[in-house]
């Protein structure tokens, strides 16, 4: 059981938050412990009373997400799922963030590998029948409410607060739909918008005052969310090779695609114009953080996973290079505690 920590407010800021506030303007705080010092002590004193905000930061992808899954599932392995104070993911990361925080983040992974989940929750020839490609609510409502639960009520209860994003169809701006989860039908909701892919996964998604299409259109690693929020240190789980980078759009989904959220949702069309960017962008702000962020890559020759993949075969390939990453990554400082 981990204590949870605690936090004094300084001028409107998080004490505990000035160390990141820093590194994002470029001024180094050297005397600042590293992550996996962070993780380390955590893991050994059993409490998160130690003045810093550790999140656990997870990108997104589609079907790309499957080796974030085996890096969340590695972290349930090593013990360390309750050293977080908060859990920040977009679209896939925000549902393998989930599966972290209900304490079910191996048996969770198994849909992955059964074909017959993956041929109904990803489906391409969908759309020739103008149906969504990704049957978000097949897999939020019926497989992790039935076919492979998923504990909602422990994520509600869970100390470590739980953090999706997703983008304002108005705004184009990136959201933490955190206060808008209030019960088990707002946290499924969220967990929909934060996947809300236009097009692919059908109309935007409802919650609150405003609707929402996947995270990703605005921020595919939602770090720049964490600090804003008074994170010191993250624990950043990646989806794309340190050599990989994203794709243009192709070049019918951009006539298509960009017409209809043009007309739907003007915020967010600005936002998927501004994707091409985005991976630099973000990369740009990780590495200014220095010390305070520890990113975990699918390592260099890990296949390359399409966003619609559904190829088991493959994903079980990529889930299981996924929970080594972080193995290999982190099994010393366990043991060191």
């Known amino acids: 059981m981990f204590v949870e920590a605690s936090s004094r407010v300084v001028g409107g800021v998080t004490s505990r938050s000035a160390a990141v506030f820093r590194l994002s303007y470029g001024d180094p705080v050297t005397s600042s412990p590293s992550v996996t010092e962070v993780i380390q002590a955590r893991h050994a004193a059993g409490t998160r009373a130690d003045g810093q905000r550790l999140a656990l930061v997870i990108e997104g992808g589609g079907s790309r997400g499957v080796y974030s899954s085996g890096m969340v599932q590695a972290l349930e392995e090593l013990g360390l799922a309750g050293i977080f104070d908060a859990v ?136 720049r969310t964490a600090v804003r929020d008074g994170t010191t240190h993250a624990l950043v789980l990646r989806t794309r090779r340190t050599d990989e980078r994203r794709p243009p759009a192709p070049r019918l989904h951009r006539i298509v695609g960009g017409g209809y959220m043009r007309l739907i949702a003007p915020g967010a069309y600005r936002a998927w114009l501004e994707r091409p960017r985005q991976q630099s ?45 972080v193995h290999c990554a982190l099994a010393d400082a366990v043991r060191a505690a």
């Open 88 to 223: 920040y993911g977009t679209s896939a990361g925000a549902i393998n963030g989930a599966w972290l925080l209900c304490g079910r983040a191996t048996p969770g992974m198994r849909s992955w590998t059964d074909p017959a989940i993956m041929r109904r929750a990803v489906d391409p020839l969908r759309l020739l029948r103008g149906r969504p490609a990704f049957d978000l609510r097949y897999l939020v409502h019926q497989v992790y409410d039935g076919i492979e639960p998923m504990d909602f009520p422990a994520i509600l209860a869970n100390t470590t607060t739980f953090h999706p994003i997703a983008t304002d169809v108005r705004t184009g701006l990136a959201v933490d739909l955190h206060r808008h989860i209030v019960d088990k039908r707002t946290l499924m909701r969220a967990l929909r918008a934060s996947a809300g892919l236009p097009i692919l996964a059908g109309p935007p998604v409802a919650l609150g005052d405003s609707e929402y299409f996947d995270g990703g259109l605005a921020e595919t690693v939602p770090i």
């Open 281 to 325: 962008l973000e990369d740009g702000f990780l590495a200014n953080l220095g010390d305070a962020v520890h990113q975990i890559h699918p390592p260099l020759g890990s296949p390359t996973v399409d966003s619609a993949a559904r190829d088991t075969d493959l994903l079980a390939e990529a889930l299981e290079i996924g929970r080594r990453a």
